[in-house]
């Protein structure tokens, strides 16, 4: 497609699954962020790995609290916004640069 990346994890059950993990700082399970761009590269992945209908997770563990983790499971309304985005910006990126 174009474009390059790294997938923590994919599982092919079902219509499969696409995990990506995040490393933060915070001290409270309600501290850890989401950004739109977490939910780009999501959508950009499954979309590259062919599983354009996986199931899309973040997980977020803390570096400065060992056992506190979240797992975030994107919504398919979530991915396809993210994924308009990402294609955007991928043609953006290839008419600027003439690819």
């Avoid at 696409?18 to 977490?38: I, M």
């Avoid at 790995?49 to 506190?68: H, Q, Y």
């Avoid at 979530?78 to 294609?87: H, S, V």
């Amino acid at each position: 497609l174009g474009y390059g990346g790294r997938i923590d994890l994919i599982a092919d059950t079902g219509d499969g699954i696409v995990v990506d993990l995040k490393g933060q700082e915070f001290d409270s399970y309600d501290d850890a962020k989401t950004w739109p761009e977490y939910g780009m590269q999501l959508a950009a992945c499954r979309e590259a790995a062919g599983m354009p209908r996986a199931k899309c997770w973040n997980v977020i563990f803390s570096r400065t609290e060992p056992d506190l983790v979240k797992a975030v499971r994107w919504s398919e309304d979530e991915l396809a916004q993210g994924w308009q985005a990402f294609y955007a910006l991928l043609e953006y990126h290839r008419a600027t640069n003439r690819l």
